[in-house]
Nanobody, 122 residues
């Protein structure tokens, strides 16, 4: 079972940048993804990365503000968030998928972290 752990959340002001980190350990996986969920909302896909071939996918809703990168040596992925807005306030989750390639489908990710809170004040 792959263990996934996120870090880097916090309280920031609108317009600030933040980088979230996520490390996977304890097993093999194909790709990693980032999602977020605000109270009362559905879980939303943000970005995914297949580090073996350095392929990435970013949701249209955050394209241009969020990017994803990865460090294969440490099985760590980073979500770089720029120009944050109050609507970005949510619990951010990292997940690992056993499948190759990048996907926005949460059901394809089988190992999830506990989440890290990002709060953006206006």
């Amino acid at each position: 079972q792959v263990h996934v752990m996120e870090s880097g959340g916090g309280l920031v002001q609108a317009g600030d940048s933040l980088r979230l980190s996520c490390t996977a350990s304890g097993g093999t996986f194909g790709s990693m993804g980032w999602f977020r969920q605000a109270p009362g909302d559905r879980r939303q896909f943000l970005a995914a990365i297949w580090m073996t071939f350095d392929r990435t996918l970013v949701a249209d809703s955050v394209q241009g503000r969020f990017t994803i990168s990865g460090d294969r040596a440490t099985d760590t992925t980073f979500l770089h968030m720029n120009n944050l807005k109050p609507d970005d306030t949510a619990q951010y989750y990292c997940a690992a998928s056993p499948f190759m390639g990048v996907s926005r489908r949460s059901e394809e990710y089988t190992s999830w972290g506990q989440g890290t809170q990002v709060t953006v004040s206006s």
